[in-house]
């Protein structure tokens, strides 16, 4: 069963837009949740993270999550696009009982354009 | 502080030969892990590691052995590669404490 689901495996915003970049999940124990991003031909690095506490999440670059437990959602945002934020983005969680084993979602490409 | 290094970046192997993909983490963090990326799929976990002398299997093991001899690093091994496993491998190692993987840059192996 999948445990994350990203819906849209690309997006595309203007310079300047709103990014929203959209995360399921699928446990009925609150996961611990993460957005990781891929710049090309490198490794993930960590945007931001929820474990506890609270629920809107700010992480690096302008970008920030909020985790939505009715909706059993956690989608990415950010205010203003700016073309350095052209990359892969990833969805991940650790699942309650699964250890520290992160189970990946299938990744968004984000376009920014001109 | 190198953080997580990955040896070598290229590799390009023809059926049924053998490889050691090294991974190495000057941060002394406990876990250690190997991924595969393929396109669409995200990443998928291979083997991993909680601690030297340790290995666990992961969601995709087979065709791959993993050794933790020293605790800074972690050794993936394809005994008889497939073209199957032409991916992008990536290293990550976590400190026991945070739930924050680090990866290395990847290495990117194609089989004939």
């Known amino acids: 069963a999948q445990s994350v689901t990203q819906l849209g495996s690309h997006v595309s915003v203007s310079e300047g837009a709103l990014v929203l970049l959209r995360c399921n999940y699928s446990?009925?124990?609150?996961?611990?949740l993460f957005w990781y991003v891929q710049y090309p031909n490198q490794g993930l690095q960590l945007l931001l993270k929820?474990?506890?506490?609270?629920?809107l999440v700010k992480g690096i670059n302008g970008f920030e999550a909020e985790f939505k437990k009715s909706e059993t959602s956690f989608h990415l945002t950010k205010p203003s696009a700016h073309m350095s934020d052209a990359a892969e983005y990833f969805c991940?969680?650790?699942?309650?009982?699964?250890?520290?084993?992160?189970?990946f979602g299938t990744g968004t490409q984000l376009k920014v354009e001109l | 502080n190198a953080g997580v290094t990955q040896t070598p970046k290229f590799r390009v192997l023809k059926t049924g030969q053998s490889m050691t993909l090294l991974c190495a983490q000057d941060?002394?963090?406990?876990?250690m892990y190997w991924y595969r990326q393929d396109p669409g799929m995200g990443l998928r976990l291979i083997h991993y590691?909680?601690?030297?002398?340790?290995?666990a299997k992961g969601e995709v093991p087979d065709g791959y052995n993993v050794s933790r001899l020293k605790k800074q690093n972690f050794l993936l091994g394809l005994e008889s590669a497939a073209p199957s496993q032409t991916s992008v491998y990536f290293c990550a190692s976590q400190t026991s404490g945070s739930h924050e993987q680090f990866f290395g840059p990847g290495t990117r192996l194609t089989v004939l």
């Open positions: 991940a969680v650790i699942l309650t009982g699964g250890g520290n084993k992160l189970t």
């Open positions: 446990s009925s124990v609150p996961p611990y």
């Open positions: 590691s909680v601690g030297e002398g340790t290995t």
């Open positions: 929820y474990t506890t506490g609270a629920t």
């Open positions: 941060m002394n963090h406990e876990y």
